[in-house]
């Protein structure tokens, strides 16, 4: 897969860093979580459904459950059923097989 320069629109290899053609700074998009919309097992509070989405978005864990917590209190129960919501239409994070590795992905 090749990259291209969004200036110029040269083909670069995937290792550049920069443009042969014009020098702009090829930026690498660093990955996206990539994690699938679960509600892990592992810290989740109530059920993982803010887990589950700042990890799916890569979002700051935290934000989310206490804009989840704000939201309960001023969205007019909103958040509330949405966070039910989740809770029943997220599914669960499968459980790892025994001897699965790497542990804990
Ligand atoms: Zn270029």
Redesign the pocket.
Known sequence: MAVF?Y????ALPVSARF?S????VVSVTPPIAGRPLVRPHVGRQIAGVCLGLAQANAWDVALVRVLTVVGFFFSGGLVAVAYLAGWIGIPEEPYPMPGAYPPNV
């Open positions: 320069c200036r110029c629109g040269t443009c053609n014009c020098g702009t």
